[in-house]
T-cell receptor
C-alpha cells in the first residue's frame, strides 16, 4: 500500500456541527501532516505529527483539533467552523520527519454553510 | 512509476555560490509546479511556484525555470547561504493546484558549507 487515504472526499457542515476528517496510511511513515488549501494557492501547513506526537501547530484556531491515535491514523476534529474555513484539507505523510517519501492524500473538500 | 523525479538525493555547495536543484516529470498534464523546503521535524515550507504558461519565476534569491518540452524544472538559489541547508522537494499538480493531488519528488538534500 503506497497511498494516503482520506475520508470523506466531500463534506458539507453547518457552523454548529461537529465533524471529523480522517487520514490513514499503511506505509510505516512516522510523520503525518494536515494542510489547508484554498483554490489556486499552495497548501498551507496546519499541523505536524512526528512519531505520533504533535510537533508543529501553525497557530491554527482551536476550532480545529488534531488527533493521532496511532502511527497509521490522523484525525482532524472540526467544531464551530466558519464559512471562510471552506477549503480542501490535505493529509500527508513521510517516512521520517526529514521528509523522505513524502506522499499527499487526495484531500477532503469541506464546505461550511 | 514516479511522475516527479529528483534524481540527485544530495547536493553540496559552497556558501555564496549557486545551488541548482533539478526535477523531471513525466505527466504532460501537469500545469502547476512548486518547490518546498523542509527542515527535520517540520512540515515542508512553500518556496516558489510556476504555472505552465511561464518559463521563469523569480523571488529574491530563488528562481524557478520550467522547460516544458524537456519536462524539466530547476530551482536556482543565488547566493547560497548556510541557512538554505535543508531537503528540497519539487511538486507538481494538474488543474492549477486547486484540486489537491500534489505529486512530490523524493527530495534533494542541500548542504551549504561556510
Amino acid at each position: 500500500d503506497t497511498e494516503v487515504t482520506q475520508t470523506p472526499k466531500h463534506l458539507v457542515m453547518g457552523m454548529t456541527n461537529k465533524k471529523s476528517l480522517k487520514c490513514e496510511q499503511h506505509m510505516g511513515h512516522r510523520a503525518m501532516y494536515w494542510y489547508k488549501q484554498k483554490a489556486k494557492k499552495p497548501p498551507e501547513l496546519m499541523f505536524v505529527y512526528s512519531y505520533e506526537k504533535l510537533s508543529i501547530n501553525e497557530s491554527v484556531p482551536s476550532r480545529f483539533s488534531p488527533e493521532c491515535p496511532n502511527s497509521s491514523l490522523l484525525n482532524l476534529h472540526l467544531h464551530a467552523l466558519q464559512p471562510e474555513d471552506s477549503a480542501l484539507y490535505l493529509c500527508a505523510s513521510s517516512q521520517t520527519p526529514e521528509g523522505y517519501g513524502y506522499t499527499f492524500g487526495s484531500g477532503t473538500r469541506l464546505t461550511v454553510v | 512509476d514516479q511522475q516527479v523525479k529528483q534524481n540527485s538525493p544530495s547536493l553540496s555547495v559552497q556558501e555564496g555560490r549557486i545551488s541548482i536543484l533539478n526535477c523531471d516529470y513525466t505527466n504532460s498534464m501537469f500545469d502547476y509546479f512548486l518547490w518546498y523546503k523542509k527542515y527535520p521535524a517540520e512540515g515542508p515550507t512553500f518556496l516558489i511556484s510556476i504555472s505552465s504558461i511561464k518559463d521563469k519565476n523569480e523571488d529574491g534569491r530563488f528562481t524557478v525555470f520550467l522547460n516544458k518540452s524537456a519536462k524539466h524544472l530547476s530551482l536556482h538559489i543565488v547566493p547560497s547561504q548556510p541557512g538554505d541547508s535543508a531537503v528540497y522537494f519539487c511538486a507538481a499538480s494538474v488543474y492549477g493546484g486547486s484540486q489537491g493531488n500534489l505529486i512530490f519528488g523524493k527530495g534533494t538534500k542541500l548542504s551549504v558549507k561556510p
